[in-house]
């Protein structure tokens, strides 16, 4: 397989080529084997190099960029990190083309659909396998522009449209920050593979570092939805959920985590950039619960629920233990896709995103309902299910390296996750059924790929101490055992904070149906998601929109074009003023000549004095 | 003597000419005409290698005047080819026309081949009355406007030039041009060269001395309009060129220098607006001749540049005479809108010459520009070269104005013109001469070089 | 063998005379068949180049006027690029004119060729003089083509076309008769003036009028408010040449004359000129946003990308500089694609106010597609020709000087931001009035037109070496004349 | 007394130039002229050149002046009074019989400074000046050529 | 018969050709300022050759005396015929062509 790994991205990229060139013309049916199967295809390519996986593989394909002394190879490589990243990205994916066959059926867009899906996952793979910067900055924009095209599949939406626009904008200014990341390491290192920086990190000061470090650290914000750039996920919703599925749960928001991780050492050098990543990363998982706490779009939910599992991500790789983040990635992307997939579902029976229109679900889709019971457990860090480990064990690193704080907020996320996951379960499936119509049972293409990610959500996190191991190839992974009574410690205060959140979920939604909770304004601002997208409008869209208006009708109109127009009227009015002085009568035209010789006198006579 | 060979055989065919017109052989008259300006300039080749000093010094036959003579006659000639449909369009019917154009020409001949200050007033007084009735032949209004207008300022002017002789002569005790007379800075010669400049820039239509050309190129016919424009100026300029030692004395020189700026830029702003197509060429003449007047200020240096400057301003002026007078006197912009629907060729060769006019790379136009202007500035006026480009952008403007109306503008009615076979022989020889001098003038710059 | 390729279209023009208007079909096969010819005719310059030598190769040379003012054409990396350029987008301009232009063909057909000769010849011609020729016959042309069958208000602006370049070339006419006088034995020959010793105090002035004749062109920030109209009112074809190639000619002057010339006035204005062109990438971009008119916004977006361009060149490095000959290549194409979509959408709807278009993605699918790819590109998408350039410029200047790159880079999020804001405006969303759902489809010919630039984007994104290496070592030796060290023989190590 | 005579002339001639200048009448102005330019060729005589003071008298007092007079009365004619032609007539007789005498006399004159004949004149014109004399001759034909052109009607 | 009082005779008389053009309206009177202007300078060229004793100013001033001549009659020409159309010769009837 060591020859062949480089194969798996291309899979995806040559259904991609095809389904674009060919789009029109092929038959659905067709689509629905290709797509789905090439996937398939890297996927087992993909778990096989794992398999077989010795060390770090490179395969350098051609050399893209070569000027002067900066020369940028197409290389690809598959070492312990990538190869989780892979696994799970093409693996999911997979799942999701097939539940996508039964979600997008009677969509007229279904080859164009298949289409960008495969170029997200050939884009997604890109980045993972990629072996320097620039290209992991392809699939870096690559996924930036599937998110957008999906994001707007349905453009005739407005909403869809505008969303599209926002989200590919805000990855912009992310990779603004990403660019000039690779700049600086460029004039660092003078080369920008990650093993040549991962090795001669140490050369530099930290301070540099530190400034590096932080303008990747912007682009991964951007990427992975935390808390400056996060503003474009929840509009993102707008786009058909097996897409929030794929990109906005399992695989694109975690390139950000990915990419800290396999610059871990840069990171690790600048010290406070790593402090930097957990805390924001640990503000934004709080941040988002809170919020998550009062929408009532079930997607929505999940949107803010994705940030604040990333957040924790962050925190755990802030914190220094880079396994236990890419472990909580690994079982985030199975039980968050399963919670979207549940909710597509859902939303596929009602039709409806607003839960309020929604309850009693329970008996109309029982599958349905089981597995997303499943998923909510996981999340909420119930023992037996395969988050609990991954987040706890994140917690727990973060308490032993001495983030107390983080710790704390850590665990108070936790209830809140409970609380708000619990919350939309309720609303869905328990009380009666408030919306029109009658909700069917999802068809079985997608019950499918829904019970096999239940499936992974509860056996992912048994094996959470080989995990470490597999990573500590690279060298960077520390593996701190504590204390056995510590553990037991740490884990019952989040179980029993999960348990209370539950339980008041329980209280307000099923015994008071809802309306007990007071609407207090407290309510209100965390409903109007603190008017942040608002803050952001003002404060950078509406002056950039006004101040262009203003400049284009006053500056660029008035002053430049005023000039350039002014001095050629000038010179008309000037010819009409001098023609004047043509008068036709001859008494004037003696006086010209006299003039004339008089002032050729006063030169001469001047000449003489 | 042999040297006053082309004069007699023009004033020969000339007379020739009157006695035939005398019998109304209208036809005949032209004949002859044509003949006389071609016997002249053949015989002007042939005598290219006698040159010299002949009638005890009167008559300077020497490179310059033989060069410019045969300007003269070739340009009359393409005159004679715009006015042949031309007069009897417009009523002009006698056979005089061509009459006055030989003698106004053998005027210039003989100004031009001088370097006595008395010949040339004598030269320059022949061209100017032929000149008077020429602008007159139109017999309508603005035309005997026109030659009024002309005769009395030409008087005024030529008042000026004898007062300069007579100061000259005071000075230096006889009329002859010697380089040294003319050096010496003294007040009565500063004087004397103020008072001649001020007649020669009359005919030259230098600022202070232009006012007559707008109206009498407007009144006049176009073909005599077009006549104006370049023979008198070449008459004028050499004469110049033969009294540019005068510049040697500061005085002198700043007034001339100040009469340029004010002709390049005049000439330049007030065509900006103009209406009337003549009153228009009549301005881009004015500022024309404030480019060649800058020539003047190196002295025999810049003859060369000078002389190929006026050839190809010739070609390119009498080029738009011939489509203005195929319009037959509707010389308002709006009657040429829409033309180039109704009249490709004409329309294709306004729009020619008036990019050459504009000084466009692939033209003579350009490259006369580029000459002139190196020469002036590597002669030290870098910042007379700065303006007068900056006058010239102007000059873009309004000749492409032109070629807005006729391509740009659509128009209801057809506009009004007539095929002249002659004027259109003209009009296609000056557009193959102006290319020749833009893209192969080798020849030509190897001989002027050589001889000026 | 250039000359041909130069001269071959003005010969065609020059038969077409004679031709008469009437079968206007004849018209356009023939023209198209002549650029077409004369684009395979410049490949064979292209194979037969040897990058190894920088120097400009297949020299023509002939005494034409003497005295200095000689016919001496040749094509080194970047000219022979740039003529590429050139010879690739006439044929399909033209292909793109033929059911644009309803009348008077004959006129537009012979307007066209002529200004591709002029194009060419700029490009190619190794003495200054010709230069110049070359530089202001190309107005002419384009004077008529957007005078004649441009929109509305044609006439003002193309006189304010003409008027503008003129005033600035005019100048520089007068630093041409300088450099002729003060040159020895009147050579005006490239090579020779790039080793003519010129005073500093001459040098600045005179780098002053052949920089502002350039920035005029190019058009840097203050210079450019004819670029708009200009764009708006010419015909599709016009603009697609206009930006595509007439712009770059600027950038191509700086490179070639104002900058190896005149050394030590560059050294003197280049902070100036490098803030302006930062000043001009986000000033165009934030212009462009405002826009309502497409192919304003167009024309103002090609500010911006230029500004990128000139900052390569301005800032000096290898890296940049060579970024920035790359860029000139690919915003020819990507801008020169966008105008001939919002063309076929003109031909189509008849208007360009982005308030009247809407959701066109449904009935022209691969119109939008088309659109897409070519939006991409121009923002500089990896993978794409766009990011390869801009990568590159940001990275020079990045390395010269941090907050000259930060800047620079803000033009990445405002082209995202312009251009996806257009794309949406046109093609997504509701569609406005329902005669557009059935609006014709792309037909081959406009198909077959932008197939070709599309492969360009992709073979020039993801394979830039084949192009890169071809004017690098051009690149690295007009550097080496800017700065002014002696012309050592160019060794093949590592740039700046 | 030849002093006398020559200041009579200097104030002659600029008295006409005054009224010529300032006097309202058409007719009478250019008469005065007559006046100046008849005292001019008395000057002439004195100072020596007698040949062109008789030429100046004769050809300008006389021809050119007259002709003048004819068409300010063609102007003058359609609205003026008939009275004016005495004064007119009696200024411009008495010009012309004061300058005959002076030109009788001028041999006398003390200030003779030139001196040679107008023969000499002849031969001057006829040996160096040939190529002018010829030009005149040229000159004087296209004036009358185009002043008849000018006064052509339309037929 | 001081040669001072002669050249102050040609400048005055010279002078007031020139302010006889501006002072009157009428074609003639203008023509006519031109005459005595000329009349002046040939004053002031004979005073010069008095001084310097040679022949040939008189032939220059006889020249000029018969090109003035000839001119004039062109001139009177023109005016006649502009007289003849419009019954008055003053400069407003020949204020048609302006700007």
Known sequence: MRELFWLIPLFPAFGAAFLILFGRVISRKLVSWLAPSLVGLSFLFSLLSYIQLNGVWVKELFSWIKVGNLSIPFALQFDPLSSIMAVTVSGVSFLIHIYSIGYMANDWGYNRYFAYLNLFTFSMLLLVLSANLPLMFIGWEGVGLCSYLLIGFWFEKDAAADAGKKAFIVNRIGDFGFLLGIFLLFTLFGNLSFNYINSHVSAVSPGIATAAALLLFVGATGKSAQLPLYIW???????????????????????????????????????????????????????????????????????????????????????????????????????????????????????TNDMRKMGGLRKAMPVTFWTFLIAALTISGIPGFSAFFSKDEILKEAYLSGHKWIWAIGVITAGLTAFYIFRLIFMTFYGEYRGE?????????????????????????????????????????????????????????????????????????????????????????????????????????????????????????????????????????????????QTGLLKDYGLWMATGIIIGLFLAIRSLL | MIALVPLLILVGFGIIALVLDLFLLRWWAKLSGYAGLIAASISL???????????????????????????????????????????????????????????????????????????????????????????????????????????????????????????????????????????????????????????????????????????????????????????????????????????????????LIGSIILTVIY???????????????????????????????????????????????????????????????????????????????LAAGMAFFMISLAGFPPTGGFLAKFFLFSEVGAGGYWWLVVIAILASLLSVYYYLRVVVYMYMKGRVEKPIFAYFPSSLLAMFASILFILELGIFPRTLIYFLRIFI | MISAIVFIPLFAAVIFIFVSGKNVKFFKIASLAVSGFVFLLSIVPFIKFEAANPLPQFQEFSHWIGFGLNYRIGADGISLML????????????????????????????????????????FVAQNLFLFYVFWEAMLIPMYFIIGIWGGKKRVYATLKFVLYTMFGSLLMLVGIFYLWKVSPNHSLYFYDLYSLKISDSTQILLFAAFALAFAIKVPIFPFHTWLPDAHTEAPTAGSVLLAAVLLKMGGYGFLRLAIPVFPEGFRLFSPYLIVLAIISIVYGAAMAFVQKDAKRLVAYSSVSHLGVIMLGIFIFTFKAYTGGIYQMLNHGLSTGALFLLVGMVYERTHTREMERLGGLARPLPLLSGFLMITVLSSIGLPGLNG?????????????????????????????????????????????????????????????????????????????????????????????????????????????? | MWNFIYWILFVLSLAGLGVFLFCRREDRAVASLALTFASLGGIFALMGHAFLGTILVMLYAGAVIVGFIVVVWLIVGKSGEGKSLVTISSIVFLAVAFEVIVLLSWKKAPFKSISFSTAELGVFFMKDYLYLFELTSLLILTAVVSSLVILRRRK | MSVFSLFLLSALLFAGGMAGFFIRRDLVTMLLSSEIMLAGANLALLTFATMRNSIEADAIVLIVLTVAAAEVAVALAAIAVVVRRKEEATERTVSEMKG
């Open chain 1, 233 to 351: 996920l929840p509009d993102a919703m707008e786009g058909p959920t097996p897409v929030s599925a794929l990109i906005h749960a399992a695989t694109m928001v975690t390139a950000g985590v990915y990419m800290v991780s396999r610059l871990f050492p840069l990171y690790q050098h600048s010290g406070f950039a790593l402090e930097l990543v957990a805390w924001v990363g640990i503000i934004t998982a709080i941040f988002a619960a809170t919020i998550a706490l009062a929408q009532n779009d079930i997607k929505r939910v999940l949107a803010y629920s994705t940030i604040s599992q990333i957040g924790y991500m962050f925190a755990g790789v802030g914190v220094g233990a880079v396994a236990a983040g890419m472990f909580h990635l690994f079982t985030h992307a199975f039980f968050k896709s399963l919670l979207f997939l549940c909710a597509g579902a859902v939303i596929h029976g009602v039709g």
């Open chain 1, 437 to 581: 119509g009658h909700p069917h049972e999802a068809p079985k293409v997608m019950l499918i790929p829904m019970s096999i990610l239940a499936l992974f959500s509860i056996i992912g996190g048994w094996f959470p101490k080989s995990f470490a191991h597999y990573l500590s190839p690279l060298g960077y992974i520390k593996v701190i055992e504590a204390s056995h009574s510590l553990e037991i410690y740490l884990l019952g205060a989040s179980l029993i904070l999960a348990i209370i959140g539950i339980y008041i979920a329980w209280l307000v939604y099923v015994k008071r149906k809802g309306k007990g909770w007071n609407f207090g304004f407290v309510y209100r601002v965390i409903y109007g998601k603190y008017y942040v997208d608002e803050l952001y409008n003002f404060l950078f869209v509406t002056p950039y929109r006004k101040g262009s208006e203003l400049i284009n009708r006053y500056f660029d109109k008035g002053v430049i074009d005023r000039t350039v127009e002014g001095s050629g009227e000038a010179a008309l009015g000037g010819g009409n003023l001098l023609s004047k002085l």
């Open chain 2, 45 to 255: 080749f042939f005598l290219f290698s006698k040159r010299g000093k002949f009638l005890n010094g009167l008559l300077v036959f020497d490179a310059k005047g033989i060069y410019a003579s045969l300007l003269i006659l070739v340009f009359t000639f393409l005159v004679f080819l715009i006015a042949d449909g031309y007069d009897l369009k417009v009523g002009i019917v006698e056979g005089e026309l061509y009459i006055l154009f030989l003698f106004a020409a053998a005027g210039a001949v003989v100004m031009v081949t001088t370097s006595h200050l008395l010949v040339i007033f004598v030269g320059m007084e022949v061209l100017s009355v032929a000149s008077y009735a020429l602008a007159g032949l139109r017999k309508d209004e603005l035309s005997r406007e026109a030659s009024v207008k002309y005769a009395i300022l030409g008087v005024f002017s030529s008042v000026f030039f004898v007062f300069g002789m007579a100061l000259y002569y005071g000075e230096t005790g006889n009329l002859f041009i010697s380089p040294e007379a003319v050096a010496n800075p003294s007040p009565l010669m500063t004087a004397a060269a103020l008072f001649l400049f001020a007649g020669l820039m009359f005919k030259a239509s230098l600022v202070p001395f232009h006012i007559w050309t707008p109206d009498v190129y407007q009144g006049s016919p176009s073909p005599v309009a077009g006549f104006f424009s370049i023979v008198t100026k070449i008459a004028a300029f050499l004469a110049f060129l033969r009294i540019s030692g005068f510049l040697v004395n500061p005085a002198v020189r700043w007034f």
């Open chain 2, 267 to 345: 000439g330049n702003f007030v065509a900006l607006r103009q209406k009337d197509i003549k009153r228009l060429m009549a301005y881009s003449s004015i500022s024309h001749a404030g480019y060649m007047a800058m020539a003047l200020l190196l002295g025999e240096k810049g003859g060369w540049a000078l002389l190929f400057y006026l050839s190809v301003y010739g070609f390119m002026n009498l080029g738009s005479f011939s489509v203005i007078s195929s319009l037959v006197e509707n010389n308002s912009l709006d009657d040429y809108k829409g033309l180039s629907k109704a009249a490709p060729s």
């Open chain 3, 83 to 122: 003529l590429l350029l050139t010879t690739f987008l006439a044929p399909l301009a033209i292909a793109s004119s033929w059911n644009y232009i309803r009348e008077r063909e004959k006129e537009y057909y012979i307007m066209m060729l002529l200004l591709e000769t002029g194009m060419l010849g700029v």
């Open chain 3, 387 to 496: 990011f390869v350039g801009e990568f590159l410029v940001f990275m020079g200047s990045f390395e010269a000087n941090k907050t000259v790159g930060i800047f620079a880079a803000l033009g990445v999020i405002l082209s995202a931001v312009y251009l996806l804001w257009m794309f949406q405006k046109v093609m997504q969303g509701k569609v406005k009035n329902e005669a557009y759902m059935k609006l014709p489809r792309m037909n081959l010919r406009e198909i077959l037109i932008m197939v070709p630039i599309v492969i360009l984007y992709f073979w020039m994104g993801l394979y830039p070496k084949f192009f890169i290496s071809k004017f690098e070592k051009s690149a690295k030796f007009m550097m080496e004349i800017s700065s002014k060290t002696e012309i050592v023989q160019v060794i093949d190590g590592g740039g700046k």
